[in-house]
């Protein structure tokens, strides 16, 4: 009887729950030794991961319920949570909670949440509908190509001025998914050259509108640190529509900065999070220190968050942060499996979609940590302390299971012709 209670739940890709129970394993691991700070500042060592743990058991029960809706039925829901998407992106750019300079939060029946976080969600499911309905022979119909975008401008266009880091993530996500949707090669060329010139603009404005101000005062903490405040001018128009330039500049600067700064004069009050995330994974010496052991999570703000991946490295060596690495990319190959596997096209792209979407944050939140890319707030999915962020992307894992329980199957024969046909047009492009 037991078994078979516990058969009623594990449903779905038994990989994708192994991959999820790792990853959840390692969250508790090291978001507990990562908490320090946490537990200094409430006086409570155990309320913090206690905390962590509940919401990871929300998330899996939420995760439970999704893999058991039919994948037919998140078509039915794409209109509703594009438009409360929009609304709730609208209304927090006006009525929003400032944290760290930037209003990214809302709460609605005292529910605090990041409508950013739906937003992805929303577009990734309307990408995979227009991609869906839109096949042919030969590929998608060009129209497609007109209707995501129109509804990409939509969804990220208001998340670009408060987190740049999420549009841009975002639209790689987009990006990726059309060209996996057989979207012609010549508009996706044509995309990438405005992209490729939009970029040479936005860092423009951004050094020409960016103060010096964010160089010298922000702390780089990026998702809890109360901004101070300083007496000043009234601001601009400009200032009021780029209040985040300064910071954007900031870090622009600092991560183009290939000036060589011996030690006795790093400022470890002006760049905490690059300095000790630096020493957090050179002192690893490549074998890690053991779980708990970590010493860099008592000076490393957001350890528990932005910069966690700097303390697996530190607790269990480069084997760990590898192992973490394949976990992720795991997870998008094993979804390309379940995804060829569907014989319609709008479950295969939506797995898809949201695969892309969550391994593209956690490479990016890894290449912040080793110092390959410029410092943002992006946490590591499945793995970095969070809130709604943890229950939406146990929701994510959640249909990706659910496509794999209940999307329909193609049989052999049309896998192995489909198999052909992808790997023929990855030669021809």
Known sequence: MNNKS???????????????FFLCIISIIEVYSAS???????GNYWSPIIKHCGLLALGTCMM??????????????TPFLLFFAFITLIWVLFAGETTNGANRWTSILGIQFQPSELAKGALVLAVAQILSRMQTDHGADRKAFKYILIVSFFMIGPIVLENLSTAMLLSVTVLL?????????????????????????????????????????????????????????????AEKIFHR?????????????NKEVPPHEYDLDKDGQIGHSNIAIASSNIVGKGPGN???????????????????????GIEGAAFVAFLYIFLLFRTGIIANRCENAFPAYLAMGIALLLVTQALFNMLVAVGLA?????PLPLISKGGTSTIINCIYIGVI??????????????QAASSGKAAAAAAGA
């Open 64 to 77: 439970v319920v999704v893999l058991n809706i039919k994948c037919k039925y998140f078509r039915l829901a």
């Open 245 to 257: 330039a300064s910071t954007w500049k900031a870090r622009i600067r600092k991560f183009f900065d």
């Open 177 to 237: 998914m059309m060209f996996y949707g057989r979207v012609p090669m010549k508009q996706l060329g044509r995309l990438l050259g405005i992209f490729a010139l939009g970029a040479v603009l936005a860092v423009s404005v951004i050094m020409l509108v960016g103060g010096d101000k964010g160089e010298t005062t922000e702390k780089e903490n990026l998702t809890e640190q109360t901004i101070g405040q300083e007496e000043q001018e009234d601001p601009s128009f």
């Open 6 to 20: 516990f058969s009623n739940i594990i449903k779905g890709d038994k990989v994708i729950w192994m991959v999820f």
């Open 36 to 42: 320090s700070s946490l537990s200094y500042k409430g």
């Open 294 to 316: 970590s010493t860099e999570r008592d000076f490393l703000s957001q350890a528990f968050s932005d910069f966690i991946y700097s303390i697996i490295i530190e607790e269990m």
């Open 401 to 414: 299971l659910s496509i794999s329980r209940s999307a329909k199957k193609k049989d052999r024969g049309q």
């Open 374 to 378: 410029p410092v943002t707030g992006q």
